[in-house]
Structures are given as C-alpha cells and as structure tokens.
C-alpha cells in the first residue's frame, strides 16, 4: 500500500518515531534501520521492512529494488519528505529511506553451531558503536553469529544498527543469559576462546579448533573471574606502548581474524 504522509503530528510518525526508545522496541518488538546501503543489506539477506518511508524528492535505482520488495512482501511505503525521515531517525542529514522490521533475534536452540568456524559472544556490553561494529567484524570473518551474554546493550538501537552497516541483518542475534549459553555449548562441541588481561597466552601462539567462540567482556571491565575460568583457553594481544588494553571491538577483530588466518593457511 502507497500513502502520503507530511505531517510531523501524524500518529504513526509518533509510533515510528518512539522506536528509537528500548521501552518502545520491546513493546513492539520492531526497530528502525536506516539508510540505502543498510536496506538494501536486509533485502539481499531476505529480511523486508513491514513498513518503507522514502525521500519523495530523491530517487535512486536502489530505491526501486526495495519498493518492489516491500510490494511483493504486502508491507506500507510511506512517501515523505526528508524532514519526516530526519525527525524518525534522530539525524539532522536524513538517509534516503528509512525501515522498520520486525525483531530478528534467534533463539539458542536454533542454532547450528557447525555453520561457521567462528562465533562471537559479548558479555555485559554497554556501547552500541562497539555492538554493531562487532556485527560487521562477523559479517568479515564468516562468523555464524553474536551472543549477546547478560545485561547486554540494545542490537536493535538505532546506533547499533546504524553501526553494523547492514551486518545485523547476515549475523544471528542470540541473547541469553551466562547459564543458558555455557550449557548450551558445553552439550556440543566448541572451544570457548576468552580475551583477557590475565592471562600470558598470546593471542597468536593459540592453536585455535572450530567451531571458536571468542568471548568479550565488558569494556570497562572485562570478564567475571568465574567466566574467564569456564574457558578453554584466554588469550590476550601484546601491547607495546603504554595503552594496556585496546578497545573491545577492536580486540575482538584481532583475534577472530587470526583464527580466520589459521585455518586458512591449513
């Protein structure tokens, strides 16, 4: 279905806009996801907005492609005005289009762990830019996924989407709690990789198996002692400056590309 809608007081407009808030994510359960690029993401891995708003005063050939997605998929196209666009998203240079979807998140029973030698597992993260550009070290590496361990920050946030780059969208978003995740793992097979400070193993002296599951702690502080003792090994990267840490995401990509290179090279 086509409509117009130019208004800022229009009630959907105000329901669209509300996403931006977990409270109102989770009630729901939608998000939005903005921008060509990250759209065009979600429709390549056959994920299709339940509702389209487009730039009525641009037009690019990418556009298309989703409207024709969104038609067949029996989802609204809202046509509207970059100021609309801009007061949904929060971001005064407003995207071209804008999405909403319905929650992607898998549970952990539906996971097949022997689908990809890597997977990645976060526990207690607290930043939306470090999640999503987790999700798009996923997506490099051929990761199979991201557990989201405990309290961890919002993958549905519009930054954190806007961060993944359209990531979100090739990566499955499992979130549990540390129980749920440790028995799920230890009833299969996987080696439980953690990255940590406390430890003299370094992270390219580790013969990495697979399936690996590379398990980040909270950025400030980094694993509980009890998680760091539930893996099979920790490794940690060589600092040579006075910097004792790099930042959690930035690790993590280390780390899953060196058991991306090991089993490469084999």
Request: charged residues 25%; proline residues 3%.
């Amino acid at each position: 279905m086509h409509r117009e809608i130019t208004g800022f007081s229009n009630p959907l407009i105000k329901r669209v806009r509300s996403l931006r808030e977990k409270k109102h994510r989770k009630r729901e359960k939608k998000f939005i996801a903005e921008g060509l690029r990250i759209l065009t993401e979600a429709r390549e891995a056959g994920y299709i907005p339940e509702i389209l708003f487009i730039d009525q005063d641009n037009s690019h050939p990418l556009t298309d492609l989703i409207i024709s997605a969104v038609e067949e998929g029996g989802g609204d196209i809202i046509k509207t005005n970059s100021d609309i666009i801009s007061k949904i998203t929060g971001k005064d240079n407003a995207q071209m289009a804008v999405g909403i979807f319905a929650d992607i998140d898998t549970d952990i029973g539906e996971i097949d762990r022997d689908s990809a030698n890597i997977w990645m597992a976060v526990q207690d993260m607290r930043d939306p830019g470090n999640l999503g550009t987790m999700m798009r070290t996923g997506d490099a590496v051929g990761s199979g996924g991201l557990f989201l361990i405990d309290d961890c920050t919002d993958p549905f946030s519009v930054e954190a989407v806007r961060a993944s780059m359209g990531a979100l969208f090739t990566q499955k978003i499992v979130r549990c709690s540390w129980t749920e995740f440790i028995t799920w793992l230890r009833s299969g097979n996987g080696q439980l990789v953690g990255t940590s400070l406390n430890t003299d193993h370094d992270y390219q002296n580790v013969t990495y198996s697979v399936p690996a599951f590379v398990l980040t702690g909270n950025e400030a502080r980094g694993l509980p002692e009890n998680y760091e003792k539930a893996c099979d090994i920790l490794t940690k990267i060589p600092m040579m400056g006075k910097a004792d840490s790099l930042n959690a995401a930035i690790s993590n990509a280390v780390i899953c590309y060196e058991i991306l290179n090991q089993h490469r090279r084999k």
